[in-house]
C-alpha cells in the first residue's frame, strides 16, 4: 500500500516519448540538445522522481503543446483560466499525439512531426533559461517542481513569509499521479510550482493494530514555534508515514513522558 500511496507515474510518459522519438527520426535537422533530450526520454521509466531529469523535460514539453494548441484558439488570458479551472486539460493532448489532428495545428505549423519537434526545441529552451543549463542531465525535476506552503496570513502581510512559511520542498509526482502534487500551468516557463496535493496519507493492517502508519504534510500543531509544526514534513516528502501509537504495545514503546495524578487524601 505504500508503494502504492508513492506511485508517480506520468500518464502520458509512453505516448510522448515515442511520438518525439519518431518526430526526431524523420528529420536531420536536430540539435544536440534536443537529439540527448530525446534520448533520456526513450530511456525513461515514466516515474516522475524529484531526481529525474526526463520528468521535467516531460512536463515541459507537455505544457508548452497545451499552450500552442490553445492559445491561438483560446487567446493567451483565456487559456491559463481554462487550463487552472479544467485539469483534464491533458485530454487534449493525448488526442492530438494519437490521431495527428490538422485542425489543432497552430496557424505558423504545416505538419504534426514538424509540430512536435518545433515545441520541444522551444520547451527545452524554457528549462535552459530556467535552470541556468543547457545540459538536460542538470535538470532535476524536483528543482523546478516545488510543495509550497504559503500562510495564510502572508496573503496580507507578504513580509512575514520568512517566518511563517516553511521553506518550498523539492516533490514527485504530478496532478494525476497517484502520489499527487499539483503542476501549475507552466505559464513561468519551466518553473512549475505545487500548491495542492496529498495532505494525509494512512496504511493500517487491519488484522494487526500495531501496524498503523500515518503522515501529515506539516505537522500536528499551527503553533508557529511548536516542535510539532513542521515535524512531519519530511516524512510526507519521501512518503514514510510515522507509526502511530494505537496498540497498547506501540503506546507503551513510544511514551516518553508519563504524568501520575494521585489522590492526596
Known sequence: MNELQSDQAAALANLISREISLAAQTTELIGAVQLKAAKILSAWHGQLRPDSQAAAIYA???HTLARRLLEPKLGVELTSEYMERWQAWPLIIERFLKHHGKEWLPPEER???GCLLTT???SLKSLGLAFGADDPDRWP???THQAVFTHKLTELAPWAGRLLNPPPQMVGGDGYSVNTAEVEPGFNRGRFH???GSTTRLLI???DSSKFYAGLSLGQ???LFSPFARNQ???WVEVAPYPVAFSAEEIERQTEHKLFLRNSK
Do not use: I
Open 111 to 113: 505538419t504534426y512531426r
Open 120 to 122: 520541444f526545441a522551444e
Open 205 to 207: 493492517d487491519m488484522g
Open 221 to 223: 500543531s499551527g503553533q
Open 194 to 196: 505545487a500548491r495542492a
Open 233 to 235: 514534513l519530511r516524512s
Open 60 to 62: 515541459c514539453f507537455l
Open 141 to 143: 525535476w524536483g528543482e
